[in-house]
């Protein structure tokens, strides 16, 4: 069985409660669920890895700089998770990216040295 994990990395400059946290990873959760799987399968488009995720489902939270979320925003092809303000943040407030489902082989360098977020 391939070791299929989704990255999330969360925003470690701001000051969130574990909730909310627990809030906006749901949301990078379901918005690639739903950006990149449901989605393109009404166009035909597969998503090889999902089939083995499913049978484990690991996710990696990750704490990363701001200022890196904004460069992989800025780079496109990332699910961006941004607050709405209702509660505790400011509105567009960066949370969280889900950077994928790839193996931890697979994950680039400067994401193994982040911390996890506990």
């Known amino acids: 069985m391939t070791d299929y994990r989704m990255y999330i990395l969360v925003n470690e ?5 574990k909730g909310k946290l627990a809030g ?30 499913m049978k484990e489902q690991k996710k990696i939270i990750l704490k990363c700089p701001q200022e890196k979320l904004e460069e992989l925003e800025r780079q496109g092809g990332y699910t961006v ?23 931890p082989e697979a994950a680039p360098e400067w994401i193994k040295e982040l911390k996890l977020y506990n």
Not at 13 to 17: A, C, F, G, L, N
Not at 28 to 34: D, E, I, L, Q, T
Not at 82 to 103: H, S, V
């Open 81 to 103: 998770i941004r607050d709405k303000g209702y509660t505790q943040l400011e509105p567009n407030t960066l949370t969280c990216i889900n950077y994928g489902i790839m193996t």
């Open 13 to 17: 400059d701001i000051k969130i409660s």
């Open 24 to 53: 906006q990873v749901g949301h990078a959760v379901m918005s690639f669920v739903y950006n990149r799987v449901v989605k393109p399968l009404y166009s035909g488009i597969e998503v090889e890895s999902l089939d083995e995720y």
